[in-house]
């Protein structure tokens, strides 16, 4: 268990519908990424937060927001989903709001299928 | 723009052979380096780094040495075991910006 923890494990939804995806960082990490992982595009960066504020942004799609709440946790929210949305969402933490030399800890993910 | 390059999989291995993963980056700044590793339904998992020239990062018999003047972090392990059967994710990140950059994979398979 790395303590990141994210729920659902797996979603499947129907296209044009909404998600809500969650996310609980590791105790005492203040910082939360997104981040999309496909087969034809790789690991892709989505979103960071820090101590609750947006930090930085990456391919995020429009239909695509997050937040991160008071108690550090986080929610990735996907509306009017399409078939190429389909892919594992993962959310990762670390204590400092840049990478530095430290790495992240990654939750084990969100396998979002959209039919 | 930044970015890595790794070798293109699968790389199939007999337990107890010698692995290398290639690695290259390109990057305006100095980054740092990183490998993860990534086992079936699972999240990454930090593998080693090395934040600067000719550092040697290590974990679990897995080394990478930064090396600057060929722009390469090249993954080795001396004798894999099946259990080390997964996919290696080599990345990078550069002083002041907040994400990584990464490989795109290289799925590792250790037969017995």
């Known amino acids: 268990d790395s303590g990141v923890t994210q729920t659902p494990k797996h979603l499947i939804t129907a296209t044009g519908q909404r998600v809500t995806l969650r996310c609980s960082p590791r105790?005492?990490?203040?910082?939360v990424y997104w981040y999309q992982q496909s087969l034809d595009q790789g690991l892709q960066f989505l979103i960071q937060?820090?101590?609750?504020?947006?930090?930085a942004k990456g391919n995020i799609l429009e239909r695509f927001s997050a937040q991160q709440f008071p108690d550090l946790h986080s929610e990735l929210n996907l509306s009017s989903l399409e078939l190429g949305d389909s892919a594992l969402y993962f959310c990762?933490?670390?204590?400092?709001?840049?990478?530095?030399?430290?790495?992240?800890?990654f939750g084990s993910g969100t396998r979002l299928t959209v039919v | 723009g930044d970015s890595v390059t790794q070798m293109e999989g699968p790389v199939t291995l007999s337990e107890e052979a010698f692995l290398t993963i290639n690695c290259t980056y390109t990057?305006?700044?100095?980054?740092?380096l990183f490998w993860y590793v990534q086992y079936p339904g699972e999240g990454l998992q930090l593998l080693l780094k090395?934040?600067?020239?000719?550092d040697k990062g290590s974990n679990k018999g897995f080394e990478a040495t930064y090396r600057k003047e060929t722009t390469s972090f090249h993954l080795e392990k001396g004798s894999v075991q099946v259990s080390d059967s997964a996919v290696y994710f080599c990345?990078?990140?550069?002083?002041?910006?907040?994400?990584?950059?990464f490989g795109t994979g290289t799925r590792l398979k250790v037969l017995a």
């Open positions: 990762a933490s670390s204590v400092s709001p840049g990478t530095g030399g430290d790495g992240y800890t």
């Open positions: 105790s005492g990490d203040l910082s």
């Open positions: 937060y820090y101590n609750g504020e947006e930090r």
């Open positions: 990057a305006t700044g100095y980054p740092s």
């Open positions: 090395a934040t600067k020239a000719d």
């Open positions: 990345a990078l990140s550069t002083s002041g910006t907040y994400k990584y950059i």
